[in-house]
């Protein structure tokens, strides 16, 4: 479903994911082109989840994330030429090209930290919830992590402190699942969590928590909203885990995209390879918030393509800007340590 906003705003949530999209799949063939080298994660999949997410909160809030940030910086409003000049290491980065993939970071929209510890980002989070608090800004911290995080010892002992101190803080997990896997995790057990449906966990710490579809942008809308209502009003801590079916794209370490976005791909994907058809066709975020689009006569397809041409050639702009930026000078290697 949609989500509860004037037209105006769902269109904006669509440029939104269309950025992260096409930022994605154009880091893909800079990639491949041998524009940059190492490792990267995609956003890509769980659009519906970061963008109408991130839409929640003030701009002043803290936030927090992991080795797939791309997605959760662009929903916030980073440049996507400052942030794909950082991926490539260019001196015009977000961080002057130090942070690459793994750690691009945008102190002035509130993300601290990227972290590339699994779960590393979970106490941290905590630490800014219980600065907010001990300061009555009202400011609460948004953590977003995958599932991963929560086989790691740091996730529990965070979750029984902000139980215990009610801190301000949105537990977001996103759920990718595998490959292939269906879009609810329908499974009895997981062969990696003891603690299964992954809600159990921060349960067993007193924190409320959902298991949600991220695949829905209205009802990740509407769940995260009240989330953070909880949380400002004084309710501490509150977990959403968020459901998406990992983007066919990311099944192997090194990204791939098996059929570039188009506004068309919404209703005919038989240009999809067979191996990624059923993905495209029922499991893609932006293209089923586009059908969404048109069928609550919120905007026609044309309109919709329109969004999509000025997202990118704005793209294509921030490609063209990141790879004419320069490298770091050698002596900036050693500015900007605390240790
Ligand atoms: C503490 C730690 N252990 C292991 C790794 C290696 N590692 C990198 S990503 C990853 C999987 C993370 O899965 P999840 O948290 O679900 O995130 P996803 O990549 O699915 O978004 C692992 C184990 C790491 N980076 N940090
Ligand atoms: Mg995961």
Known sequence: MLPKLPRENLLELCRRMFVI????ESLVALHDKGVFGGHYHLYVGQEATGVPALACLRADDYLFTTHRNHGHLLARGAEPKRLLAEILGRVDGLNKGKGGSFHSVAPSLGFLHSSGVVAGIIPL????????KAQKNGRITVCLFGDGSLEEGAAPEAFNLASLLKLPVLFLCENNGKYGSGRAVAAAQSSSMAAYPLTDLPKAYKIPAQQIDGIDAGLVHGTISEAVEKIRRGDGPQFVEAQ??????SATNWPTVPAPT????AWDVSSVPDNAREWYHSADPLLVYIRELVQANQATRDAIAAIERLVKSDIAAAVEFAVNSPYPKPEEAEKGYFA
């Open 21 to 24: 999209r096409h930022f994605e």
């Open 125 to 132: 989070s905590t630490g800014t919830a219980y600065a907010a």
């Open 244 to 249: 998406t079916v990992r983007y066919p794209g």
């Open 262 to 265: 188009d506004t068309a791909l």
